[in-house]
C-alpha cells in the first residue's frame, strides 16, 4: 500500500489521468485545419487532396469502431489496450510529422492512417476507464467533464499553431518548419502516452486494494442489426448527416474564412476555434440540462435547425466580419446541444446486451461520413467555389431534419420513450423496478 497511500484522492487523481489521457489525440486531429493554408502552399496540393488527411483518419473506423470495444474487452484489456491504442497515436503523429521534414505528402498520409487507428479506440478506452471508476451519479459529469477538455486540446491548436510555424522563420525550408510544428503534437501526444501507462498502472494497483471484479463489458454481435429498429436506424442517419456538416466544415473553415470575409490566417484560426472553445465550455451545462429536462427529441431537433441557420448564414449572408464571430458560436452551441441529446437516445432503443453493437455501428457509419465527405467536399471548393459547398452542408442538414422529424412522429403515434420529459422517464423506470 505505500504508494497508494490516500485512497480517498486516488479517483481525482484518475480523472485527472483520463482527462489527459485524449488531450494529445484532440490537439493533433485538427493540425490540418490549423495550418490549411500552409499545407496546400507548401506540400503543393490541392483541396481534395489536403482533405485526404481527413479522410484517411476516418477510414479504418469505419471496421475498428465496431471491434475497438470486442479488442478492449476480451483481448487486450482495458489497462493495455489503453497503452497499444496511444502508441498508434503517437506513432502515427510522429511518422505525419516526419512527412513534413522529409517533404513527402505519402508519408504525411501513412501518419493520418496509422494515427486513425488508434485515435477513435483511445476515445472508446477513455470511456470504460471513465465507467470502471464513476458509473452512478457522477458518470454524466464526468463525460461532460472529459468532452470539455479534449475540446480545449483542440482549441490550442486551432490558436497556437499557425504562430508558431511564423514564429520558427529562422528555419528557410517551409516543409522542415512544418515538420517541425507537427513535432510539437507528437511532444503532447508522448505526454498523453505517459498517462494511459499511469493510469494502467494505478488502476491495476487499486482493483487490487479495493478487490474490484473486472466487469465483461458489453457484447458486440452483428447479428443483432435484424432487430434494431426504425427509429434506431434514423438515429443513426441524424448522426451520419449531422457530423459530416460540422467536422469538415471545420477543417476548411480556416481558408473559407480567409477567402470570404478577408481575414488574416490568425483571425481566421481563432475564429474557426469557437466551435471547440464554446463547446469546451458549454458541454456539461447542456448535458445536465438535458438530464434535468429530458425532451431528447426536442433538443435534437433545435440543434440541427441552429446549425441549419447558422451554414445558411454562411451561404447566403453579407460578408460582414460579424456574421462568422455568431455563427461559429452558434454552431458550437448548437453541436454540444446534438450532441447531448443524440448519443443516449441509442440505450432508450436497445436492451441493455446490445448496446455494445449499437452504438459500434452509429460509430462506423459515422465514420464512414467522415471519410468520404471531405473528399466531396474538397472537390467542391477545387471546382465549384463555397457557395455550391454551404449549399451542400445545408442539403446534409435537411436529410438530418428529415430523420429528426420522423423520429418524433414514430415516437409519438407509438407511444414512445424518446421525447419523454425527465420526470415521465423517471416515474417509468420506477414502475419497471
Not at 143 to 155: C, E, N
Not at 212 to 226: F, N, P, Q, T, Y
Request: overall charge neutral; glycine content about 10%; some cysteine.
Amino acid at each position: 500500500l505505500m504508494w497508494f497511500p490516500f485512497l480517498d484522492v486516488i479517483p481525482d487523481m484518475m480523472l485527472g489521468l483520463m482527462c489527459f489521457l485524449s488531450f494529445g489525440s484532440y490537439y493533433c486531429y485538427d493540425n490540418p485545419a490549423s495550418l490549411i493554408r500552409t499545407f496546400i502552399e507548401v506540400m503543393k496540393i490541392d483541396n481534395t487532396r489536403y482533405n485526404l488527411l481527413y479522410s484517411l483518419y476516418s477510414w479504418p473506423n469505419v471496421i475498428l469502431s465496431l471491434i475497438g470495444g470486442v479488442l478492449l474487452d476480451r483481448y487486450l484489456g482495458v489497462r493495455f489496450g489503453t497503452v497499444v491504442f496511444s502508441v498508434f497515436v503517437t506513432f502515427g503523429q510522429l511518422i505525419f510529422a516526419l512527412g513534413g521534414i522529409f517533404d513527402s505528402f505519402i508519408l504525411m498520409l501513412v501518419g493520418r492512417f496509422v494515427f486513425g487507428i488508434g485515435g477513435e479506440s483511445l476515445a472508446v478506452a477513455q470511456n470504460a476507464y471513465a465507467v470502471m471508476w464513476f458509473k452512478g451519479k457522477e458518470l454524466n459529469m464526468v463525460f461532460g467533464l472529459l468532452l470539455s477538455i479534449s475540446r480545449v486540446g483542440s482549441t490550442v491548436n486551432m490558436n497556437v499553431n499557425s504562430k508558431m510555424f511564423d514564429s520558427f522563420s529562422f528555419i528557410t525550408d517551409q516543409p522542415k518548419r512544418l515538420g517541425l510544428v507537427l513535432f510539437v503534437g507528437f511532444g503532447w501526444c508522448v505526454l498523453s502516452l505517459l498517462a494511459a501507462v499511469a493510469l494502467g498502472l494505478f488502476d491495476k494497483r487499486a482493483a487490487k486494494i479495493t478487490k474490484r471484479k473486472e466487469g465483461e463489458g458489453e457484447r458486440i454481435s452483428l447479428r443483432d442489426i435484424k432487430d434494431f429498429s426504425l427509429a434506431l436506424w434514423l438515429v443513426f442517419f441524424v448522426c451520419v448527416f449531422y457530423y459530416v456538416t460540422v467536422f469538415p466544415f471545420i477543417g476548411l473553415a480556416t481558408v473559407f474564412l480567409e477567402d470570404k470575409y478577408g481575414f488574416p490566417a490568425h483571425i481566421a484560426n481563432i475564429v474557426n476555434s469557437l466551435v471547440y472553445l464554446i463547446s469546451a465550455g458549454v458541454s456539461p451545462v447542456f448535458g445536465i440540462a438535458v438530464d434535468k429536462t429530458g425532451f431528447n427529441l426536442i433538443w435534437l431537433n433545435f440543434g440541427i435547425i441552429a446549425t441549419l441557420g447558422c451554414h445558411a448564414a454562411f451561404a447566403f449572408g453579407s460578408g460582414s466580419a460579424f456574421i462568422p464571430y455568431l455563427a461559429m458560436i452558434g454552431m458550437g452551441l448548437a453541436y454540444s446541444i446534438l450532441a447531448c441529446a443524440l448519443w443516449p437516445l441509442v440505450a432508450f432503443l436497445v436492451p441493455e446486451h446490445q448496446l455494445g453493437t449499437a452504438y459500434g455501428i452509429m460509430q462506423s457509419v459515422q465514420n464512414l461520413g467522415l471519410a468520404i465527405v471531405p473528399l466531396i467536399a474538397g472537390a467542391i471548393v477545387d471546382h465549384k467555389g463555397y457557395l455550391l459547398l454551404e449549399t451542400f452542408f445545408c442539403t446534409c442538414l435537411c436529410v438530418a431534419l428529415i430523420c429528426g422529424v420522423l423520429l418524433y412522429v414514430i415516437d409519438l403515434t407509438s407511444e414512445g420513450t424518446l421525447n419523454l420529459s425527465a420526470w415521465a422517464r423517471h416515474r417509468l423506470e420506477k414502475e419497471k423496478e
